[in-house]
């Protein structure tokens, strides 16, 4: 017993002066020191940070990897353009793969894992046809490009599906997600306070684009607002309650009404959906009078130069010109800017507007030309199988069902997005598509605790 004592008391010591080392490398990292590279520089700053973080998140990416790095990953999410540091790249992607590769790591250590959704195996065949599409694709290099974005990131999220999770790794997941959403719109307000221009993060060389800023808080908007109305805490509710009204600012304060009607769509589920709607309409009173305050809001509804979506209208009228040529299976993934400009000369006097380079910002009509019927009729199938993830949990499970309601109305809103927006290739739709995955995992994972209770436990099958 006094060797065990010993062993301990030694092991704590080391523990410590670990602990007091790196803390001491850190602080003279951030102070500066001249004998270290990189000290008191920004990305010296950075490193002083990971350093003094790092023996808590190598702990917590061991037992939590839900914690870290996804949820850390999931909160910088909406800064993503932000987040580019020189020799580097963006802090984000390899904080995707190393929650992926720890997820594995844990699978393999304790044995366990589930099987994947049908919907996953459903976007895998959607990325199988993209790929057999290069074979006639012209030109297939910006395709190759996109389809490695989109696979990157389904790749991650497929391997989250698989991970055992519990009510921690959620609300760890939650917090992430809501709160690089506060984070963000609190900065874009303060910007836009300041400068009264949407197109406000970012510089001169590297700006975001303000609809696919929007866009990145819908799923954080409407966690908040499912947690703003369902939670039993009145305080918790009320803190929910603030950080939807942020989101909702947040996209206000981007002037995109694609994203503005996204988000309505979704809240117009949740009240047909939820068993706490009645709580939905003060919510959606003050969220109201929260736009009413961004001038640029509804004057960008009114915009009477924008009648035609922005252009987007000829946009699709010359899409569909270019969908008839190859009508079967496209033109090939990532040939879209190639088959417009085909098709522009054949309707150069109704699209006179029209520019003569353009993304298709129409999901559908984005797979139409590239990949055909066949491509429009997996994206649509893609989309309704990930909407149904989620069905199993039903409306008796409390805060599981409040859980699916939420990100099947971030799903519904980031696919009316869809409709206005190219957002397949960034991580903020793989983020609440790997919402729903993650969550069936841990519903799942649950299951044993569930039935013990008197609820009905669920087979572990896809």
């Not at 010591?13 to 020191?33: E, H, P, Q, R």
Request: glycine share 10%; net charge positive; aromatic share 12%.
């Amino acid at each position: 017993m006094t060797t065990l004592l010993r062993t301990s008391h030694q092991r704590g010591l080391v523990v410590a002066a670990a602990y007091f080392a790196t803390g001491a490398l850190a602080a003279a990292m951030f102070v500066g020191a001249p004998h270290l590279p990189l000290s008191g520089s920004p990305l010296g700053l950075l490193l002083a940070i990971a350093i003094a973080v790092a023996p808590v998140a190598l702990a917590l990416a061991v037992t939590r990897p839900l914690i870290l790095p996804f949820a850390f990953w999931a909160a910088l999410v909406p800064f993503d353009n932000l987040l580019v540091i020189g020799g580097i790249g963006r802090i984000g992607k390899p904080l995707g793969a190393a929650a992926a590769f720890v997820a594995i790591l844990t699978m393999l250590i304790r044995r366990r894992a589930l099987l994947p959704p049908a919907s996953v195996g459903v976007w895998a065949l959607l990325a199988f046809f993209a790929t057999v599409s290069f074979w006639w694709a012209r030109n297939p290099d910006f395709g190759v490009l996109m389809l490695q974005q989109i696979v990157s990131l389904m790749i991650v999220g497929a391997i989250l599906s698989m991970l055992p999770a519990d009510r921690r790794d959620l609300t760890a997941l939650f917090f992430g997600v809501v709160g690089g959403g506060v984070a963000a719109s609190v900065y874009a307000i303060v910007l836009y306070a300041a400068t009264g221009h949407p197109a406000f993060i970012g510089d001169s060389s590297q700006p975001i684009d303000h609809n696919h800023f929007g866009a990145a808080l819908l799923l954080p908007g409407l966690c908040a607002t499912v947690a703003a109305i369902a939670l039993r805490s009145t305080t918790a509710r009320a803190a929910a309650a603030l950080a939807a009204a942020l989101c909702v600012a947040g996209i206000g304060v981007s002037e995109s009404r694609g994203a503005l009607i996204a988000f309505g769509v979704g809240v117009v589920y949740l009240m047909v959906r939820s068993a706490h709607r009645r709580r939905l309409f003060p919510f959606a009173v003050v969220a109201s009078v929260v736009l009413a305050f961004i001038p640029g809001v509804f004057a960008r509804f009114g915009d009477a130069t924008a009648g035609d979506a922005a252009g987007r209208y000829q946009l699709w009228h010359i899409g569909f010109a270019a969908f008839k040529h190859h009508w079967f299976a496209g033109h090939g993934f990532g040939m879209f800017m190639t088959a417009y400009q085909q098709a522009f000369l054949e309707f150069s006097q109704p699209a006179a507007g029209a520019q003569r380079i353009q993304m298709p910002h129409n999901i559908l009509v984005e797979f139409a030309v590239e990949l055909g019927i066949v491509g429009v009729a997996l994206i649509l199938f893609a989309w309704w199988t990930q909407f149904r993830t989620l069905r199993e949990i039903g409306p008796h499970e409390g805060g599981w069902f409040d859980a699916r309601l939420a990100v099947e109305a971030a799903t519904l809103s980031m696919f009316v997005s869809a409709l206005s927006l190219d957002l397949l290739t960034f991580k903020y739709t793989w983020l609440a598509i790997s919402a729903a995955w993650i969550l069936r995992a841990g519903y799942r994972s649950t299951a044993p605790q569930r039935a013990a209770n008197g609820v009905p436990a669920v087979p572990d099958r896809a």
